[in-house]
């Protein structure tokens, strides 16, 4: 079955299945009867829910399923068995598994009667495309181990009379020559089949669908039309403004249809079939929109010409409307949609920014120097347009041709673009340049060297703008030129500077600079030479101050991911999915990365979840809240375990208490209760002080504002006074005392800096003050039950389960064809790991030629790097790469070991001292042994060994024990 997904072929092959069963059933027939393999055990047990639905219809009630799979599933189910022990001694008749499980449940002893009496007549591989290569030999000699354990393997026919079954909805995908699937299918089952096998879809076409064009309905409005009745601009982000009986009334030419009338109406519509043949089942980008949109009339062939996004935006409410239509030939109790119409959200991870160098913020990608050519085509077609009724058009887009010259009613486009760096502290952005040695204010602006030199031994030349604000740059400008003095407590104006993109430099700001810019701006950066390049090491921020601020503007996919999940469960009425649809499935090309991703994705969106909930608490409140109530509001709010699950961190999830009141078996006892309350209260703590000012947070956000109350402040002030007065040299204060208000303003700027370096009491911190702060131990190792663990420094490290490599679990090993690909794969890994601080990783390798190979690719996928010398990492803030002789003494949360190849670890030329000098080369093998030893025991939580061509040697037991080692 290669249809697409949600056309039934669960059902096309479940409901022959389970007839079958019944019907064995009845004549007495026991053990197993079919065999369905899923590639993953979240699929298995979606589907063992769905057996399970079909199991209570009373024509099946003595037909059984068992849910055979390695996790312990987290759902039980009332018709189908989960417990090993229940399965073995009454085997069901149909047996949901995978195939690593299938692999061990054809070797255990203790599994032997799983198959007493099995007379398996349908074997099933869902999502049958993922078996291909290595993986689609292991399941067909698994599949026939299968049949010769059941005796139904027989001569030239591997699975016997066992009916082999696959399905998949990506093998069908195009339709056309079916013979590639067919040989693949042959070649895992065993078995011929005839052209016949393959069952496809049949879609309608447009003309089918539609049939008879009522060509008495009205001509359909043109884009601007379509926005302005279905309530104008802007209603993506305020959906309640959406105005689809609006869009109807214009488009049908009709007031007060139902949707069963609409769907009536639409099928018969001349919009409509143009609409389903624009889009013919394919992705349509701006190019095969402006092409195809011809048809609709001048009105939207232009618009898709000069503003594909508003001919994108209309369309998109056309199809809206015919989401909510209903098909008018279906039951009322149980309507159809008129159309099947899936939403598809499309997400690269945000690297490789460039921003343009001018007062007005302007982004763009690295890569697409095709998409400027592209558009620049666009342009030059648009201008040779005529140019009549133009007022009819919006042009406020990002794609509207460019002013023609002397024009001053469209600013020009910058032309000089560098890497978009931002201050993660203070939130401020800018450009980074790189500073040549020879002559420093001569800037390198290529991107690639700069982010190559921030990886590298370059560092220390790079140079971060940050962009001055409107008033810094007048008060600069008028303390150079003389023209105002200095403002008090201003920005020094030393530290401004005008920085030229066309020109590749920087200079001192002049007179003229006031009248206006182009390709250059104002900006705020530490060039003196004695601190420039500690400054660039340390990636102070220029505006701030701040060390270990300033980083590349990006994210990844897992962020972007977690992001998007969170905002669809959490997001309110407005954006947030309804409860029954809250359900997420993410795909992974591997196994390894799929279990980093699922952490970093639950521990992400726990943190979005809870600062939505804060969020909505707030806004509900309509005034402020302190601390303490917000955190009892939002306990409060949570009714269901569904909310619950928003403000209880995954590491909690595993508390029996916690997992019992999650699951819904029970309500919850005091302690429990306790356990999450005190959890949320630090959490909350935690993001209104020391976290506030790190990432996506409610305050960096504007979402919220927060304060120190200070609630008498004239007491407050001369208390402040007094202890002025008592400090030694205050007896003659020239000039007098301070006022009160700078008092005021003393007080309140000391108690937020307290804030904001997390000084705000909590139980759990007690112990930890009483020590002065000075026994990490106690908020570690130590730590309160239901506390993370925290280095109270603006990240955080997970100690639960230490272990060394010694006593752990085998290390994930990864081979490649050569060191290119090699390097690429260590990249791939390091950012499906997420916003896991890189300084936590480190990467060991054989030689320092190979430390800067490595270094370069990640620079190449935006990924930080420092090397390790001789005094330890140059610098923080980045993935840690050096020899292995580097790492004595240090730990890293992740470590992965690179190059580990023959040849390699050991050296090549090791070998030949085996017959020339026997005893020297025992003590080199044994030195690099050691070293090897060094660079594996200094991971904390994970291990991945890489190499390419032969493994080392030095590896062959633990690869001998990784291919034995049972899933």
Not at 233 to 261: K, W
Not at 542 to 558: H, K, M, V, W
Not at 673 to 685: D, H, N, P, Q, S
Not at 893 to 903: E, K, L, N, Y
Request: charge should be negative.
């Amino acid at each position: 079955m290669t249809t697409g997904t949600g056309s039934g072929k669960t059902e096309s092959f479940l409901i022959p299945v389970l007839d079958h069963c019944r019907r064995q059933k009845a004549l007495g027939s026991r053990g197993v009867k079919a065999v369905l393999l899923y590639p993953m055990n979240a699929l298995a047990t979606d589907q063992a829910g769905r057996i399970g639905d079909y199991l209570t219809q009373p024509e099946l009630a003595q037909v059984t399923a068992g849910l055979y799979i390695g996790d312990k599933p987290d759902t039980d189910f009332r018709r189908v068995m989960t417990r090993r022990e229940e399965m073995r001694q009454s085997p069901p008749d149909v047996l949901i598994t995978n195939y690593k499980m299938l692999d061990l449940l054809l070797q255990r002893a203790e599994d032997r009667p799983l198959w007493e009496g099995a007379e398996p007549a349908y074997v099933v591989l869902d999502e049958f495309h993922t078996y291909d290569g290595a993986q689609g030999t292991d399941v067909a000699m698994l599949l026939r181990r299968l049949a010769a354990a059941v005796g139904a393997s027989k001569p030239e026919r591997p699975l016997g009379s066992i009916c082999p079954v696959a399905t998949s909805a990506t093998l069908g995908e195009g339709g056309g020559d079916t013979g590639g699937i067919l040989t693949v299918a042959e070649q895992v089952f065993g078995v011929p089949f005839g052209p016949d096998a393959v069952i496809g879809e049949e879609r309608l076409s447009a003309d089918d669908f539609v049939g008879d064009i009522d060509y008495e309905l009205p001509e359909p409005p043109g884009p601007k039309d379509v926005i302005d009745v279905s309530g104008g601009p802007g209603v993506e982000s305020d959906p309640d403004r959406l105005d689809l009986d609006g869009l109807a009334e214009r488009l049908l030419g009709r007031r007060g249809l139902d949707a069963f009338q609409i769907g009536r109406l639409l099928k018969k519509h001349d919009f409509t079939h143009g609409v389903l043949a624009l889009l013919n089942g394919e992705p349509l980008d701006e190019w095969g929109l402006r092409d195809r949109m011809a048809r609709f009339g001048y009105a939207w062939a232009r618009t898709a010409r000069e503003n594909p996004r508003l001919a994108l935006e209309a369309l998109s409410r056309f199809v809206a409307l015919l989401s909510s239509a209903r098909d008018p030939e279906s039951d009322e109790r149980r309507p159809r949609p008129l159309l099947h119409i899936e939403a598809h959200l499309w997400v690269r991870p945000v690297g490789r920014v460039l921003s343009g160098v001018g007062a007005r913020p302007e982004f763009r990608w690295y890569e697409d120097e095709r998409a400027v050519a592209r558009r620049s085509a666009l342009t030059a077609a648009s201008a040779s347009e005529d140019p009549s009724d133009s007022d009819e058009w919006p042009t406020a887009d990002s794609r509207r041709p460019q002013a023609l010259p002397g024009s001053d009613t469209v600013q020009r486009p910058a032309q000089a673009h560098l890497p978009a760096i931002y201050c993660r502290v203070c939130g401020r952005s800018g450009w980074a340049a790189l500073s040549p040695e020879a002559d420093p204010q001569k800037l390198e602006t290529s991107p690639l060297r700069i982010w190559q030199a921030a990886v590298g031994r370059d560092k220390r030349r790079l140079r971060y703008f940050v962009s001055a604000t409107p008033a810094e740059a007048r008060d600069a400008l008028a303390a150079l030129t003389g023209t105002a003095p200095k403002q008090a407590g201003g920005v020094d104006p030393q530290s401004v500077v005008v920085l030229d993109g066309a020109q590749s430099t920087y200079r001192v700001p002049v007179a003229e600079d006031g009248e206006g810019l182009q390709d250059a701006w104002f900006a705020r950066a530490v060039l003196d030479k004695k601190t420039a390049d500690q400054a660039a090491k340390d990636d102070t921020c220029p505006a701030c101050n701040t060390d270990n601020g300033i980083r590349f503007l990006g994210t990844a996919l897992a962020a972007l991911a977690s992001a998007t999940v969170t905002q669809l469960f959490t997001g309110g009425q407005e954006i947030a999915l309804a409860p029954e649809e809250r359900k997420t499935l993410l795909f992974n090309d591997s196994t390894q990365d799929a279990a980093h991703r699922a952490g970093y994705v639950a521990n992400a969106s726990y943190k979005f979840s809870l600062r939505s909930l804060l969020a909505h608490q707030l806004d509900d409140s309509g005034a402020p809240l302190p601390l303490n109530d917000l955190i009892g509001n939002v306990l409060d709010s949570v009714d269901d375990p569904q909310t619950l699950a928003a403000v209880v961190p995954p590491d909690l999830h595993d508390e029996p208490g916690v997992d019992r009141l999650l699951s819904g078996r029970g309500t919850g006892d005091a302690r429990t209760w306790k356990l999450i309350g005190e959890r949320l209260a630090f959490a909350t703590v935690m993001e209104f002080g020391l976290r506030s000012r790190l990432g996506r947070t409610l305050e960096l956000t504007r979402t919220t504002a927060a304060e120190v109350v200070v609630a008498e402040p004239d007491r407050i002030v001369a208390l402040a006074r007094d202890l002025h007065l008592t400090l030694p040299g205050q007896l003659g204060l020239e000039g007098g005392l301070p006022t009160p208000e700078r008092y005021m303003a003393y007080v309140r700027g000391l108690l937020e800096r307290l804030r904001l370096r997390g000084g705000v009491r909590h139980r759990w911190l007690d112990t930890w003050i009483k020590e002065a702060g000075v026994n990490q131990y106690l908020i570690s190792g130590q730590r309160p039950e239901g506390m993370p663990a925290d280095d109270l420094d603006g990240s955080s490290e997970n100690l639960a389960g230490y272990r060394s490599v010694l006593s752990g679990a085998v290390p994930d090993l990864h081979r490649s064809r050569d060191w290119e690909e090699e390097r690429k794969a260590i990249a791939g890994l390091i950012e499906s790991w997420g916003d896991l601080p890189h300084e936590q990783v480190a990467i060991a390798v054989p030689t320092n030629q190979m430390a800067q190979e490595a270094a370069y690719t990640l620079a190449q996928h935006g990924i930080r790097a420092m090397e390790i010398g001789p005094d330890g990492p140059r610098g923080d803030g980045g993935v840690h790469i050096g020899t292995m002789f580097r790492f004595k003494g240090l730990e890293y949360q992740r470590m992965i070991i690179a190059g580990a190849s023959d040849g390699l670890v050991p050296r090549a030329e090791i070998q030949r001292l085996r017959t020339t000098d026997p005893g020297r080369f025992r003590r080199e093998m044994q030195r690099a042994r050691s070293l090897l030893f060094v660079a594996t025991t200094r991971a904390r939580d994970s291990l991945d060994i890489f190499w390419h061509g032969e493994a080392s040697p030095f590896l062959t037991d633990l690869i001998r024990a990784r291919q034995s080692a049972t899933p």
